[in-house]
C-alpha cells in the first residue's frame, strides 16, 4: 500500500514538473511564432493547473496572448469542454 501512494506522489510530482515547462505565457510563443491549435488543446486541458500556479507566478497565464485566433481559440474550447464533461454526446443517460 506504501508503495502505491508512493509511486502515485511520484507520478504526480512528475507530471507536475514536466507540466511547468508548457504553461501560456512561459515566453515559448511570441508575435512571430504564434500558438496554434495544438497549444490551444494542450493549454485548455491544463487550464486549471495554469490557473493555480497563476496566483504564484505573475508571468503565467491561462491563454496564450500570441496565439493564430480561431484555430487557438477552438482548440482552447474543445479542451475545455471536453476536460470537464461537457460533451454531453458520449455520455449515458441515468434512468
Known sequence: M??????????VLLASLLLSGC??????????NVAGF??????GWI????????????DINIYEVFNNGF??????YMAIISGFGG????RKSRK
Open 23 to 32: 504553461f501560456p505565457g512561459d515566453g515559448s510563443s511570441s508575435a512571430d
Open 2 to 11: 506504501k508503495k502505491k501512494i508512493g509511486l502515485l506522489v511520484f507520478m
Open 87 to 90: 460533451i454531453a454526446v458520449f
Open 71 to 76: 484555430r487557438y481559440n477552438l482548440g482552447f
Open 38 to 43: 495544438f497549444f490551444g488543446v494542450w493549454h
Open 47 to 58: 487550464a486549471p493547473v495554469s490557473l493555480i500556479y497563476s496566483w504564484f507566478n505573475n
